[in-house]
């Protein structure tokens, strides 16, 4: 008999050891790796949920590389943050829903394609990038002269194309458009950008606009006496004119708001969201040199007031 005892105690304490372990959270969040970017986001995420009632005991944070050793996880929602992770979930039997966040829009759709999946109410976005519409809006309050925008193609941003096109031709605008295509040489799309063009605005494209062609394309814009109006606080402290973009605690604060719906039981758009909060960043000597005299706040809260606007 204690024997058989004995047989049943090591029996179920093997099965311990090899049985996954469930863990009961309300939220998972899942980012791409340890960064300040990264870390910025999920405590303002966290925060804001504790600020409205949640515990951080109900928040788990993670890594995409510690997501397959934590077990079985059953929260009412998953918030990935960045590309890899967005992946690892994509990827992942989950029947909870996902809020992949801190990415932009072309990855997101990459996750898409390589996962199978489609965006729904089950695996939606909040975009790292800014809607086209608020682009040229910031063109059209710093550079009220401006008529003739520069474009640069690439395979990732090719797809908005025709978007933004009807949003130029409905605010009067032309667009002087070149394509880069997959291993072509940067400078005679730049150049034919660039000719007659009064501002060149960047779209996130890693084929386009990378580390490596940066400096080559705000050296050959500020030669032409064309402005560069960016995506990243970044391209401003190199060279660019503006930028308008969206800082990892304007994510997070956004991120709180959806899951806080979620967890109240609504469900996810099925249509990727931009972020309704965003920053502008001006290069002061830059606008100088052109004879400008911009105020980012003042241009931000005149674009929130626009878009305010009915």
Not at 28 to 44: G, H, K, L, W
Not at 159 to 172: F, I, S
Request: with cysteine; charged share 15%.
């Amino acid at each position: 008999m204690l024997a058989r005892l004995r047989l049943l105690l090591l029996t179920f304490w093997l099965g311990c050891l090899t049985a996954p372990t469930v863990q009961a959270v309300t939220v998972v969040i899942v980012s791409s790796e340890r960064s300040p970017a990264y870390a910025q986001a999920a405590d303002t995420l966290v925060r804001e949920l504790e600020r409205t009632g949640w515990s951080r005991h109900d928040m788990l944070q993670l890594t995409a590389a510690e997501l397959a050793g934590a077990g079985v996880l059953t929260p009412k929602l998953f918030v990935a943050l960045g590309a890899q992770a967005a992946n690892a979930l994509a990827l992942a039997p989950l029947t909870t829903p996902v809020l992949c966040a801190l990415l932009p829009r072309s990855s997101f759709e990459r996750v898409l394609r390589s996962s199978g999946r489609k965006a729904s109410s089950q695996f939606s976005a909040l975009y790292l990038d800014q809607p086209l519409s608020r682009q040229l809006g910031l063109i059209q309050l710093a550079l009220p002269e401006a008529r003739r925008i520069g474009v640069l193609w690439g395979p990732e941003s090719k797809t908005q194309a025709p978007t933004l096109r009807a949003l130029a031709q409905a605010r009067g605008l032309s667009l002087l458009e070149a394509d880069v295509g997959q291993g072509e040489l940067l400078f005679p799309g730049l150049k034919a950008a660039l000719e007659g063009a009064d501002v060149l605005l960047a779209l996130a494209d890693p084929q386009v606009f990378n580390s490596s062609s940066i400096q080559n394309v705000l050296l050959t814009s500020f030669r032409a006496g064309v402005p560069l109006v960016a995506f990243s606080p970044a391209y401003v402290r190199a060279g660019a004119l503006l930028a308008l973009h969206v800082t990892p605690e304007q994510i997070g604060q956004q991120a709180a708001l959806i899951a806080g719906g979620v967890l109240q039981g609504k469900t996810l758009s099925a249509t990727p969201l931009y972020s309704q909060d965003f920053s502008v960043d001006v290069n002061e000597h830059v606008a100088r040199s052109l004879g400008l005299r911009l105020d980012a706040a003042a241009l931000r809260t005149l674009l929130r007031q626009r878009e305010a606007a009915p």
